[in-house]
């Protein structure tokens, strides 16, 4: 089972991105080739009150399995031995937040965490 921490989790990454809005934004999210390529990868996003809404889910040999607050029309999820991607295609204002992707095994969950900021276009 998970168990969400406040920020990111034990040893967990906080890496800060800023995107002007409407533009793409990428999550990366590296893991040991042993960790990956037959475990599954979920990626939250955190909104306030500190509760993660689920994303995706990345299984290998299926399709990704999106959460019921998000679509594949406006997100691609991807991920291969070494790495996971979530892509917002076009970045709207309550995509502001904390992103987490998180890798389910049997021992442990490894956490990883972005933030990401979105900075209004001027002019035009």
Not at 48 to 62: E, P, Q, S
Not at 91 to 107: Q, R, S
Request: charged share 20%; aromatic share 8%; net charge neutral.
């Amino acid at each position: 089972s998970l168990h969400p921490c406040p920020l990111v989790g034990s040893g967990g990454l906080l890496v800060p991105i800023s995107i002007a809005l409407g533009k793409p934004a990428t999550f990366t999210c590296p893991f040991p080739a042993d960790k990956l390529s037959n475990n599954e990868v979920q990626w939250y996003k955190q909104t306030t009150g500190d509760t993660l809404a689920l994303i995706v889910k990345l299984r290998k040999h299926a399709d990704p399995a999106f959460g019921q607050e998000f679509s594949s029309s406006r997100m691609i999820a991807s991920k291969n031995d070494t790495v996971s991607r979530l892509t917002i295609l076009r970045t709207v204002p309550e995509d502001e937040g904390m992103y987490h992707c998180a890798i389910i095994d049997w021992t442990e969950n490894e956490w990883q965490g972005t933030y990401l900021y979105l900075k209004a276009v001027r002019g035009g």
